[in-house]
């Protein structure tokens, strides 16, 4: 079992950052990839980032430039750093780890709100 713990949402204005943490209870090297989801309401859950073991990167193209996700391998945690942040990034920021073989397993966290405002 992999337990998922953000943090670091809130609310900021249009144009401005924030970083958002994800604690796992189990070494994230271990992980097939971990990742950054958002939903907003009535939308669906879309990726935003995701990290593989490799350290590979993959971004959503409404946030390339904007976003970047990172690992702390030491800390069992991923980062996902927002610039330039717009409303329409307004939504509840999932992290994800995908881990096993041969078919992943999906882990999430419960969440963390991130508001920005016009």
């Known amino acids: 079992q992999v337990q998922l713990m953000e943090s670091g949402g809130g609310l900021v204005q249009a144009g401005g950052s924030l970083r958002v943490s994800c604690a796992a209870s189990?070494?994230?090297?271990?992980?097939?990839?971990m990742g950054w989801y958002r939903q907003d309401a009535g939308k669906q859950r879309e990726l935003v980032a995701v990290?593989?073991?490799?350290?590979?990167?993959n971004y959503a193209d409404a946030v390339k430039g904007r976003f970047t996700i990172s690992r702390d391998n030491a800390k069992n945690t991923v980062y996902l750093q927002m610039n330039s942040l717009k409303p329409e990034d307004t939504a509840v920021y999932y992290c994800?780890?995908?881990?096993?073989?041969?078919?992943?397993?999906?882990?999430w966290g419960q969440g963390t709100q991130v508001t920005v405002s016009s």
């Open positions: 994800n780890a995908a881990w096993g073989y041969p078919e992943p397993r999906n882990y």
């Open positions: 189990i070494g994230i090297y271990r992980m097939n990839t």
């Open positions: 990290i593989t073991r490799g350290s590979s990167t």
